[in-house]
């Protein structure tokens, strides 16, 4: 079965320095993968996806960045973090883009001081 | 630009209620549309995908409904329990370019 691993579960980086979430999905081959970012009370904001090695679409223009050095990861990076960084960050994949539902991993909550 | 929208953002109700949450979205070139639950602190669990050419789906104590043309579905919980406790997300698929369009969520409390 399909497994998706996000880490870490929770991180507190001060306003400057760089960031790196990283995502990995075992038991499945050229998934779709997702970045997004939940705010209290509001829906997810999309951003970043990616249908294969190397491609990534950005859907809102900020200081984060996505890479996808593999087939099944996926890297959410920043130089520099600001306050506005802060939130929930989930990763998700899916098989396919409209005939399966997204599955997500258990999010990180980043802290920016 | 769609917009979806979930009335109410919570809802408090006794074990044992059958009950009912809506989504609504304003541009009905849907693809399909998702219900999705969040407990606190975690990532979202997939319920139930509902394709644009089908009027509902069914999974348990599970059924939504989708009605395109009016822009609206249903997410009908029976014989609710205090498991059920979590919010609950429903999600749009675009037809032109297959982006997911998410509502804010409504928050469900089952009480004892």
């Known amino acids: 079965s399909q497994t998706i691993h996000q880490w870490p579960a929770t991180l507190v980086q001060p306003v400057g320095s760089p960031l790196s979430l990283e995502c990995t999905v075992e038991?499945?081959?050229?998934?779709?993968l997702y970045w997004y970012r939940q705010a209290a009370g509001r829906g997810l904001q999309l951003l970043f996806y990616?249908?294969?090695?190397?491609?990534i679409s950005s859907e809102v223009p900020q200081n984060l960045s996505a890479s996808r050095p593999q087939d099944r990861q996926f890297i959410l990076s920043s130089k520099k973090l600001l306050l506005s960084d802060s939130g929930f960050y989930l990763c998700?994949?899916?098989?396919?883009?409209?005939?399966?539902?997204?599955?997500f991993g258990n999010g990180t909550r980043l802290t920016v001081t | 630009k769609q917009e979806v929208t979930q009335i109410p953002a919570a809802l408090s109700v006794p074990e044992g209620e059958n009950l009912v949450l809506n989504c609504s979205f304003t541009?009905?070139?849907?693809?399909?549309l998702q219900w999705f639950r969040q407990d606190p602190g975690k990532g979202l669990t997939s319920l139930l995908l509902?394709?644009?050419s089908q009027r509902e789906q069914t999974s348990g104590r599970l059924n939504a409904s989708l009605d395109k043309s009016s822009g609206r579905s249903t997410l009908y919980i029976a014989a609710s329990q205090p498991g059920d406790s979590a919010t609950y997300l429903c999600?749009?698929?675009?037809?032109?370019?297959?982006?997911?369009?998410w509502g804010a969520g409504t928050k469900l409390i089952i009480k004892p």
């Open positions: 998700a994949w899916s098989p396919d883009r409209g005939n399966s539902p997204l599955h």
């Open positions: 541009d009905s070139a849907i693809y399909n």
């Open positions: 509902i394709q644009s």
């Open positions: 038991g499945t081959s050229n998934p779709n």
């Open positions: 999600a749009v698929l675009m037809d032109s370019n297959y982006q997911l369009i």
């Open positions: 990616s249908i294969g090695i190397g491609q």
